[in-house]
Nanobody, 126 residues
Framework: QVQLVESGGGLVQAGGSLRLSCAASPRTSSSAAMGWFRQAPGKEREFVAAISSSGTITTYAESVKGRFTISRDNAKNTVYMVYLQINSLKPEDTAVYYC????????????????WGKGTLVTVSS
């Protein structure tokens, strides 16, 4: 059973930055794409970003392009690490951010998720 554990959330002022981390263990097949979703209060969970297994392909929701950067570290022996760098935070970025694993970046965008993390809360004050 794969476990995804997010960290790095918190309270930040508008205009600030955060880096979210996700540790995926144990390592699954080398073809696992990883992604981030978020769910704001009273809203549906939405796609934010995804990265391919090799890290060479990334895709973003239009609303976060230019401010969010997804990356991954496959160097560790027992876990994948996936990061979401969030810059120029806005109050509308307030949400629980979830890490997800899927077969490809396309499948992640289509919400074909194999595993979910439990989420980390990001709160942006104005």
């Amino acid at each position: 059973q794969v476990q995804l554990v997010e960290s790095g959330g918190g309270l930040v002022q508008a205009g600030g930055s955060l880096r979210l981390s996700c540790a995926a263990s144990p390592r699954t097949s080398s073809s696992a794409a990883m992604g981030w979703f978020r769910q704001a209060p009273g809203k549906e969970r939405e796609f934010v970003a995804a990265i391919s297994s090799s890290g060479t392909i990334t895709t973003y929701a239009e609303s976060v392009k230019g401010r969010f950067t997804i990356s991954r570290d496959n160097a560790k022996n027992t876990v994948y690490m996936v990061y979401l760098q969030i810059n120029s935070l806005k109050p509308e970025d307030t949400a629980v951010y979830y890490c997800a694993e899927g077969g490809s970046t396309v499948r992640l965008r289509e919400r074909a998720i194999d595993y979910w993390g439990k989420g980390t809360l990001v709160t942006v004050s104005s």
